[in-house]
């Protein structure tokens, strides 16, 4: 969950964030 906030903050990030809806960007970074 922390994970999500520094996603959301990261900024560069931010524009994957956003085109995958947030969550599955998550997803997938925690899983890479």
């Given at each position: 969950m922390l994970r999500a906030v520094i996603v959301q903050f990261g900024?560069?990030?931010?524009?994957?964030?956003r085109d995958?809806?947030?969550?599955?960007i998550i997803s997938e970074k925690m899983n890479s």
């Open positions: 900024g560069l990030d931010e524009t994957c964030f995958l809806s947030g969550k599955m």
